[in-house]
């Protein structure tokens, strides 16, 4: 099976940071990747798939970039509504794997 | 507006079952698979299951293989996840999601809770 890993797990920042997460595969999985913001109390939301492309909806201050083993989340300038918990996801095949998650917090 | 509804949660012994629900509207149901997802108090999330469109393939996750049925009926919308031999570590949160057609989950429902507990 293929795991994913996450750095950091915890990332103290403030409004108007630029905030980047990184997610790693143990094995290659082209561009078969999702980002997922998830808040307290609620189901996670699909920000980015296929690595990067941004979902209906998400705004653009998110990007995402990578592929094979590599892989970016980037909020360009943090928001109060961005203050969550982000996980990866890997749908290279079955069966797929979220990454343990970072949460970004208030500094 | 699309929408899943999970229902069938609640607390069950260590050895039991119990049978999870998802109702879905505001999309075709048909035409797209479904997962089921699950997260553990302060964890991240675990893909449990998969089932295509028609049913014709169905894939679980190494921990809930040969104890989890994975199953769904169009007509009525309906995602089902009957759950035995359930033991402690299944305690979690487990949400219904539409699957894109690719891997991702592109649609979730709340949630329902299960915990496992004597």
């Known amino acids: 099976d293929i795991q994913m890993t996450q750095s950091p797990s915890t990332l103290s920042a403030s409004v108007g940071d630029r905030v980047t997460i990184t997610c790693r595969a143990s094995?290659?999985?082209?561009?078969?990747l999702a980002w997922y913001q998830q808040k307290p109390g609620e189901a996670p939301k699909l920000l980015i798939s296929r690595a990067s492309t941004l979902e209906s909806g998400v705004p653009s201050r998110f990007s995402g970039s990578g592929s094979g083993t590599e892989f970016t989340l980037t909020i360009s300038s943090l928001q109060p509504a961005d203050f969550a918990t982000y996980f990866c996801?890997?749908?290279?095949?079955?069966?797929?794997?979220f990454g343990p998650g970072t949460k970004v917090d208030v500094k | 507006e699309v929408q899943l509804v999970e229902s069938g949660g609640g607390l069950v012994q260590p050895g039991g079952s119990v049978r999870l629900s998802c109702v879905a509207s505001g999309f075709t149901f048909s035409n797209n698979g479904m997962d089921w997802v699950r997260q553990a108090p302060g964890k991240g999330p675990e893909w449990v299951s998969y089932i295509s469109r028609s049913s014709s393939h169905i894939y679980y996750g190494d921990s809930v293989k040969g104890r989890f049925t994975v199953s769904r009926d169009n007509a009525k919308n309906s995602l089902f996840l009957q759950m035995d031999s359930l033991r402690a570590e299944d305690t979690a949160i487990y949400y219904c999601?539409?699957?894109?057609?690719?891997?991702?989950?592109?649609?979730w429902g709340k949630g329902t809770k299960v915990t496992v507990s004597s």
């Open positions: 999601a539409r699957d894109s057609n690719y891997g991702y989950m592109d649609v």
């Open positions: 996801q890997h749908y290279n095949d079955y069966p797929f794997t």
């Open positions: 094995q290659g999985i082209s561009y078969w």
